[in-house]
């Protein structure tokens, strides 16, 4: 019984670790945009700059669905 919660703990701090993880890359794609939208002059700014704003969004979403998903599974097990 100590052994599959030992098992269920180890796999919840490796789901953690992983949304730690993109959280981190979300949070680089978003000062990377940050600093292209309003360093950068132009429309190239701008694109760039809004491009890494979806990413940065999109990486969160993703990161979020998966680390609820897979806790859900573990949670299950």
Do not use: H, Q
Not at 46 to 63: D, E, K, P, S
């Amino acid at each position: 019984m100590e052994d599959k919660n030992l098992v269920k703990r180890v796999a919840e701090l490796g789901n953690m670790n992983v949304m730690i993880l993109f959280l981190l890359v979300a949070f680089i794609a978003f000062s990377v945009g940050l600093a292209f939208f309003f360093l950068v002059p132009g429309s190239v700014g701008y694109g760039i700059g809004i491009t890494m704003f979806v990413v940065a969004c999109l990486l969160f979403v993703i990161g979020e669905a998966n680390y609820f998903s897979k806790m859900k599974k573990i949670r299950t097990e």
